[in-house]
């Protein structure tokens, strides 16, 4: 059975089957090509006109194709939300950003207080402003609240002793009436503070009181006394707002 190329029309001498069409793989990838420069086409139009053609992908002829409507390409609409990086005032290149978590953070790679390469973005916005680094006492306060709107109109530089103060100001500070299971004193502690946050089995009005009840619970923690001891450590959880601080 004698096998003829598609492409170059050479009788295939090699691996001779019926699916087999080109003699090369180089026949193979010319032929596959959009534009053929090597062969002439013959077919016919639509319209009954026979023509020639170099493409094998043409179907009208030249009468006809130019009735045929011509695709727009859709404009690429600019994209706002597009991040431009750019250069602080104190020399440091902000190259990324990204609005996942709490915050909106930014990359800045030789930043001193960066992790991982990233930092919050509000720190560089007032550091570029101020033209120095922030120190490690100082914090940025959002004035409407939100913390992702980071317009400079938005942003307060504040000690933190006075940020959190302005928080407590607002939400309030969690805290504790506590009964101390040493002496049966009644004190204040805040909640982040005490044993609840920090989940140990008891808060003591002072350290020669915790080390005490300590002592007590190692000989005796199974006793009912030192269940009601226990019990009794919490009197009453209530919230304090406080006046926020001068800056």
Not at 92 to 106: A, L, M, W
Request: aromatic content about 6%.
């Amino acid at each position: 059975m004698e096998l003829f190329c598609v492409n170059c029309g050479n009788e295939i001498t090699k691996d001779k089957s019926a699916k087999r069409k080109f003699c090369s793989r180089s026949c193979s990838a010319v032929y596959s090509l959009p534009r053929h420069t090597g062969k002439v086409f013959k077919k016919t139009c639509k319209c009954g006109k026979k023509f020639e053609s170099k493409t094998r992908n043409r179907v009208h002829c030249e009468n006809c194709a130019i009735y045929i409507p011509v695709r727009k390409r859709k404009k690429r609409v600019p994209n706002k939300n597009a991040f431009n990086p750019w250069i602080t005032s104190t020399g440091y290149f902000v190259d990324r950003r990204t609005t996942t978590g709490k915050y909106v953070k930014v990359r800045v790679r030789e930043h001193p207080n960066a992790r991982n390469g990233y930092i919050v973005e509000h720190r560089v916005l007032v550091e570029d402003k101020l033209g120095r680094i922030l120190e490690a006492h100082e914090a940025v306060h959002h004035i409407d609240g939100n913390r992702k709107n980071n317009n400079l109109s938005n942003l307060q530089l504040l000690t933190h002793a006075a940020h959190t103060s302005l928080h407590a100001c607002r939400h309030g500070v969690n805290m504790l009436l506590l009964k101390c299971p040493t002496c049966g004193i009644l004190f204040e502690r805040e909640r982040g503070k005490s044993h609840v946050s920090k989940r140990t089995l008891s808060s003591s009005c002072s350290i020669e009181c915790g080390h005490k009840f300590m002592w007590r619970l190692r000989k005796e923690r199974s006793s009912k006394e030192v269940q009601k001891l226990l019990a009794e450590n919490v009197v009453k959880e209530y919230k304090v707002f406080n006046k926020p601080l001068v800056t």
